[in-house]
């Protein structure tokens, strides 16, 4: 595709809810990452694959948190049982080279 | 540990007006550098990058930025502000090995007056 594809661009959940965030990359952009954005922050590093595996996933905040690629291609965030604190911009980038990374507009999350 | 401070949360400028943004990292060696602007409702568009070579990198929209070791900063400068311009502006570091995830700044948002 012509740029990185997230959905939905928006999500109002209630607490305790599950949510899928998904994110489909520029084609043939080997790395995929995903970032946080609270109000006023910067963005926080959540997860990383390198094709369909995750080699550091050391900035998932919880095990609520987890991630998946299927095809060298989409990726999923799953939060589980969904907190107030998880209310943000959830980024998604791809990197063909790791060096250069092009970022989606987001989904925004919203936990009442 | 890898980090990245943009010291101005809020930045107000005449249009016309020349423009510095100001970012100092935290990093063990020479690092990948970026700037990226965030408009409203939009992704992150990558203004431009340092990897190596000359400390002053050109951009697009007529950014630019230089890369300063002794003072470990990254400032991004552009001579004339446009209305266009107003938007968030964040900084970022990212390791020349593993992930490449990027370390970003808190941003600083630029409003522009006429």
């Known amino acids: 595709g012509a740029g990185v594809s997230q959905s939905p661009s928006n999500k109002v959940t209630e607490k305790g809810k599950d949510v899928e965030l998904r994110c489909d990359p520029i084609s043939g952009h080997t790395a995929l990452y995903w970032y946080r954005q609270r109000l006023g922050q910067g963005l926080e590093f959540l997860i990383y694959f390198q094709g369909n595996s995750a080699p550091d996933k050391s900035g998932l905040p919880s095990d609520r948190f987890s991630a998946e690629r299927t095809g060298e291609s989409v990726s999923t965030l799953t939060i589980q049982r969904t907190q107030q604190e998880d209310s943000a911009v959830y980024l998604c980038?791809?990197?063909?080279?790791?060096?250069?990374?092009?970022f989606g507009a987001g989904t925004r999350l919203s936990v009442l | 540990a890898q980090s990245v401070t943009q010291p101005d949360i809020h930045i107000t400028v005449s249009e016309g007006a020349s423009l510095e943004l100001r970012c100092n990292y935290s990093?063990?060696?020479?690092?990948?550098l970026f700037w990226y602007v965030q408009s409203p409702g939009q992704g992150l568009q990558l203004l431009l990058k340092y990897f190596s070579g000359d400390t002053l990198v050109q951009g697009i929209k007529g950014f630019e930025a230089e890369f300063k070791r002794s003072q470990s900063s990254f400032n991004l400068r552009k001579p004339s502000v446009h209305w266009s311009d107003a938007a968030e502006y964040f900084c970022?570091?990212?390791?020349?090995?593993?992930?490449?995830?990027?370390?970003f700044g808190t941003g600083t948002r630029l409003t522009v007056i006429p």
């Open positions: 970022a570091v990212g390791a020349k090995a593993g992930a490449n995830n990027l370390f």
């Open positions: 990093y063990g060696a020479t690092p990948y």
């Open positions: 980038a791809s990197s063909l080279d790791r060096n250069i990374q092009y």
